[in-house]
């Protein structure tokens, strides 16, 4: 496999934000480290109350590739990424992922994102090329998730096929070159944000198909806010307003 510094392996770090995932956690890990045995995982736990950083901290103390970041609440998607985002540059990753705790991202599709990494600065997971899919979802979270991303590329003007998604794959200079700090978003909106902002800087994006199936344990995170701050936060980023948060 090609690698982004010539002659040495890439350190890989996924990053994982867990709130109440005690039951998928460790089955996640497993699943992961089968495929990708080089990678090392940070888990970002919001003090979840179901005792996800309590096993996080087991997790971590058996295995030297696992690292955890504890966070004093429930303070957001976003935010959680970009406190991984710092410890991942901070400690030298060449390649670092978002990925979902639930089994949503499956880690079977890790390779393709490390063969495309080679030659691509951005790599997005997509559900809405050839290869792609989801599963187990109900016509309306289909029409949602189709026309949230029609939505955001006809007023952002990108040409990628899936930005509400959160399976990606960053050089680390594209987080270090992006301003971490400036970004507001949470939720979809993020996902979308991080992409605008590393299109707008130049870095070379390329999609790779995934199948998104619907989450095997736990709840969804999902919310109407969630949703409604997307809707604005594209207009907000096509105009070029940076509302403080």
Known sequence: ??????????????????????ENIARLLGAI?????EAHI????????????????????????VHVLH??????????????????IMHDYDLIFEMDADFSHRPEHLPQFLTLAAEYDLVLGCRYIPGGGTRD?????????????????????????DLTGGYKCFRAD???TIDLDAIQSEGYAFQIELTYRAHRAGFRIAETPIVFPDRTAGKSKMSGPIFMEAVWRVWSLRLGVTPNR
């Open 1 to 22: 496999m090609l690698t982004p510094n010539a002659g040495a392996l890439p350190k890989i770090l996924i990053i994982t934000p867990t709130y109440n995932e005690r």
């Open 33 to 37: 480290f089968e495929i990708v045995p």
């Open 42 to 65: 940070l888990i970002v736990d919001d003090n979840s109350p179901d005792g996800t950083g309590q096993l996080a901290d087991e997790l971590s103390a058996a295995d030297v590739r």
């Open 71 to 88: 966070r004093a609440g429930k303070l957001g998607l976003g935010t959680a990424y970009i406190a991984g985002f710092k410890w991942a």
């Open 137 to 161: 979802w109900g016509p309306f979270r289909q029409f949602i998730s189709k026309g949230g991303n029609l939505y955001a590329r006809t007023i952002l003007g990108l040409p990628y096929h």
């Open 174 to 176: 594209v987080l270090r």
